[in-house]
């Protein structure tokens, strides 16, 4: 199929990675809460004016009220999350990033698709025309580290355009487009912070692609072998958000660190919060606890299920489509 296969991956992947891009958003604020270098949400959530009386006191109040005590952050929700930054930053802060979105999905994604099509064809049994899981696995976790290598620089863009309304005014980094934000990462911080937490994407990328597509290719066949439904919406439907599942549960881990590593703040002459991705691993179980690494979980299979449906769908209707050429 060649550059057929490149073609039909890369437009499913753009149509589903824009149509969930919120709920890719609320994930990254959800997988960033807690971190200890980051000043309280608490503070950073208040209107300008809000926090403008917290700071003017009067001398009589200045001798007899206490300072306040530190506000611990409260674990908020997806749905909350969701409501905060729709409160505080509107309804566009939503959307946060979709350039970058854009820019991802047609270097990693479009990769991705492409080379696990050209790998099916080739290690297909041509008499029995199916394909082991083992192989299908195989294909994922190679396409997957690839193309990860390639989008790295639209990954690192996309996840700071997103967590960029979390930080107090001061200290937000506002690009205004996918381009703003690699040109100046590029000049500020060095070409190779393009590639920060590359090796955490390549491997969350070989976890996401190899348990997705190889997923969705195993159970659209037993759907399919056993006479449960015909190959049609329902069958694709069903496959992908099954596929959407186990690819959730899979990388969620590997993508609480690779958020945390690409988000972080990296001072002249200062330390950097993280040394890595193992010392950010350490760092957040030890202050968090283990299951800090599933932070964010409900957004994640909220945006994984959806992202996953509309990808396949859209690639069984876009091959339909392109079948003759």
Same mark, same amino acid.
């Given at each position: 199929?060649?550059?057929?296969?490149?073609?039909?991956?890369?437009?499913? $992947? &753009?149509?589903?990675?824009?149509?969930?891009?919120?709920?890719?958003?609320?994930?990254?604020?959800?997988?960033?809460? %807690?971190?200890?270098?980051?000043?309280?949400?608490?503070?950073?959530?208040?209107?300008?004016?809000?926090?403008?009386?917290?700071?003017?006191?009067?001398?009589? $109040?200045?001798?007899?009220?206490?300072?306040?005590?530190?506000?611990?952050?409260?674990?908020?929700?997806?749905?909350?999350?969701?409501?905060?930054?729709?409160?505080?930053?509107?309804?566009?802060?939503? !959307?946060?990033?979709?350039?970058?979105?854009?820019?991802?999905?047609?270097?990693?994604?479009?990769?991705?698709?492409?080379?696990?099509?050209?790998?099916?064809?080739?290690?297909?049994?041509?008499?029995?025309?199916?394909?082991?899981?083992?192989?299908?696995?195989?294909?994922?976790?190679?396409? %997957?580290? &690839? %193309?990860?290598?390639?989008?790295?620089?639209?990954?690192?863009?996309?996840?700071?355009?997103?967590?960029?309304?979390?930080?107090?005014?001061?200290?937000?980094?506002?690009?205004?487009?996918?381009?703003?934000? &690699?040109?100046?990462?590029?000049?500020?911080?060095?070409?190779?912070?393009?590639?920060?937490?590359?090796? +955490?994407?390549?491997?969350?990328?070989?976890?996401?692609?190899?348990?997705?597509?190889?997923?969705?290719?195993?159970?659209?066949?037993?759907? +399919?072998?056993?006479?449960?439904?015909?190959?049609?919406?329902?069958?694709?439907?069903?496959?992908? !958000?099954?596929?959407?599942?186990?690819?959730? +549960?899979?990388?969620?881990?590997?993508?609480?660190?690779?958020?945390?590593?690409?988000?972080?703040?990296?001072?002249?002459?200062?330390?950097?919060?993280?040394?890595?991705?193992?010392?950010?691993?350490?760092?957040?179980?030890?202050?968090? %606890?283990?299951?800090?690494?599933?932070?964010? !979980?409900?957004?994640?299979?909220?945006?994984?299920?959806?992202?996953?449906?509309?990808?396949?769908?859209?690639?069984?209707?876009?091959?339909?489509?392109?079948?003759?050429?």
């Amino acid at each position: 199929m060649g550059v057929k296969g490149f073609v039909e991956g890369g437009i499913a $992947s &753009i149509v589903a990675g824009c149509s969930t891009h919120p709920l890719d958003l609320i994930k990254v604020r959800m997988q960033l809460q %807690g971190e200890s270098h980051v000043p309280n949400p608490a503070v950073q959530s208040l209107r300008p004016a809000l926090a403008f009386q917290t700071t003017t006191t009067t001398a009589s $109040s200045a001798v007899h009220m206490p300072p306040p005590p530190p506000v611990k952050a409260a674990r908020v929700g997806p749905v909350a999350t969701g409501i905060r930054i729709f409160q505080t930053e509107g309804v566009a802060a939503l !959307f946060s990033g979709v350039s970058a979105t854009v820019l991802r999905q047609t270097l990693y994604s479009t990769t991705r698709m492409g080379l696990y099509d050209i790998l099916k064809q080739k290690w297909t049994d041509p008499e029995t025309k199916t394909m082991p899981l083992s192989r299908k696995i195989g294909a994922g976790l190679i396409a %997957g580290g &690839i %193309g990860a290598a390639v989008g790295n620089p639209a990954d690192v863009a996309m996840v700071r355009m997103q967590a960029d309304g979390r930080l107090p005014v001061s200290q937000r980094r506002n690009y205004t487009s996918v381009v703003d934000a &690699i040109t100046r990462m590029s000049k500020q911080e060095g070409v190779t912070s393009l590639w920060r937490g590359s090796s +955490l994407t390549v491997n969350r990328a070989m976890l996401v692609t190899a348990s997705q597509l190889a997923s969705y290719d195993q159970i659209k066949e037993t759907i +399919l072998e056993n006479g449960l439904m015909k190959d049609g919406l329902g069958t694709h439907v069903a496959a992908s !958000f099954s596929a959407g599942f186990v690819a959730a +549960l899979a990388s969620n881990p590997v993508d609480v660190i690779k958020t945390r590593v690409m988000n972080m703040k990296v001072e002249a002459g200062q330390k950097p919060p993280y040394a890595g991705a193992l010392d950010c691993a350490m760092k957040t179980v030890k202050a968090e %606890g283990p299951m800090s690494l599933y932070k964010g !979980f409900i957004p994640t299979i909220s945006r994984q299920g959806p992202f996953t449906v509309v990808l396949f769908v859209t690639l069984e209707q876009v091959r339909k489509l392109l079948k003759d050429f």
